[in-house]
């Protein structure tokens, strides 16, 4: 189950309260440009805004190239269209599906020859 997002009251009074009690200076000294700052997957809010435009960039793409591999080759006409890129959490994503078994990931080679 995913939990709120969002802050409670005493969460953020403690914050405001945080930054008013520190001047520049302790804050200044605190900054190390060496020290390695520990990184837990899934606990950082990432901006993916950036790289929305880009995915739907590539979602085109691909649409366009599904339209021109498959179109000579049907006797009908599909209807191949691009939708815009949904961003969702794993969390959001397991719970949208009916019966989530695993995710698996697969790498074809290439076909050669005519």
């Known amino acids: ?8 009251n005493d969460e953020v009074e403690a914050l405001l309260g945080g930054l008013e009690g ?13 020290e390695v700052r520990e990184f837990k997957f899934g606990t950082e ?10 995915l739907r960039m590539i979602n085109e793409k691909i649409c366009r190239f599904t339209r021109s ?3 000579p080759m049907l006797r009908i006409m ?12 794993f969390d959001e994503y397991v719970e949208s599906c009916d019966s ?3 995710v698996t ?9 005519n």
């Open 1 to 8: 189950m995913v939990g709120s997002r969002k802050l409670s």
């Open 22 to 34: 520190e001047d520049e200076q302790a804050v200044a000294k605190q900054f190390d440009p060496n």
């Open 45 to 54: 809010d990432l901006s993916l805004l950036g790289d929305y435009y880009a």
């Open 69 to 71: 591999v498959f179109l």
């Open 78 to 89: 599909p209807r191949i269209s691009s939708f815009p890129p949904e961003v969702k959490s």
């Open 100 to 102: 989530f078994i695993s």
């Open 105 to 113: 990931n697969n790498r074809i080679e290439e076909l050669r020859g």
